[in-house]
T-cell receptor
């Protein structure tokens, strides 16, 4: 049981290049999330998904796209990378909330640098 | 806008002492408050949460206190150990039909001195 796995762990891109970050979870969670973490700031929600085939915008969605074609995978895409997107990206997942709070489980992040 | 913030960016404690990490929040509509621990190079790890209608909740060596009057949240760690060294984030959650979205604070670095 690996939990939440993110690939790649590190990547350096040039401005204007595109790439896709992959998140996979093996806990059968319905909800999945993408966050970015910048120095001196907390995690900010980029996009999220409440189930297979659904996506929604979070707090900072501009410049990113996502897809959830399979329940266990959540992809984050950068179509034209910009230096402002240099950050550490975290994926998380959680159960469908029926009663109470369902903790989010995080991967170990993808460190992305845009030159 | 709504925000979750922390009073102290860095907290240093002696091994064996108790640690208290504080957090201020501004969204009175939050349903849950959650504490996460993040070790270097790792993702945040859930520690404990508290529902907004509670004042106190205890876990293993940790206690979370919620003071809704002054919108203040604290995490107490008993007998702090070197393994507790990490960044601690508070987060607030407003339960909606569109997922369990969290708003994170900026974090407090806890350093445990031997």
């Amino acid at each position: 049981n690996a939990g939440v796995t993110q690939t790649p762990k590190f990547r350096v891109l040039k401005t204007g290049q595109s790439m896709t970050l992959l998140c996979a979870q093996d806990m059968n969670h319905e909800y999945m999330y993408w966050y970015r973490q910048d120095p001196g700031m907390g995690l900010r929600l980029i996009h999220y998904s409440v189930g297979e085939g659904t996506t929604a915008k979070g707090e900072v969605p501009d410049g990113y796209n996502v897809s959830r074609l399979k329940k266990q995978n959540f992809l984050l895409g950068l179509e034209s990378a910009a230096p402002s997107q240099t950050s550490v990206y975290f994926c998380a997942s959680s159960y469908l909330r029926q009663v109470g709070n369902q903790p989010q489980h995080f991967g170990d992040g993808t460190r992305l640098s845009i030159l | 806008g709504e925000s979750v913030g922390l009073h102290l960016p860095t907290l240093s404690v002696q091994e064996g002492d108790n640690s208290i990490i504080n957090c201020a929040y501004s969204n009175s509509a939050s349903d849950y408050f959650i504490w996460y621990k993040q070790e270097s190079g790792k993702g945040p790890q859930f520690i404990i949460d508290i529902r907004s209608n509670m004042d106190k909740r205890q876990g293993q060596r940790v206690t979370v206190l919620l003071n809704k009057t002054v919108k203040h949240l604290s995490l107490q760690i008993a007998a702090t150990q070197p393994g507790d060294s990490a960044v601690y984030f508070c987060a607030e959650s407003v339960l909606t039909g569109g997922g369990n979205k969290l708003t994170f604070g900026t974090g407090t670095q806890l350093k445990v001195e031997l």
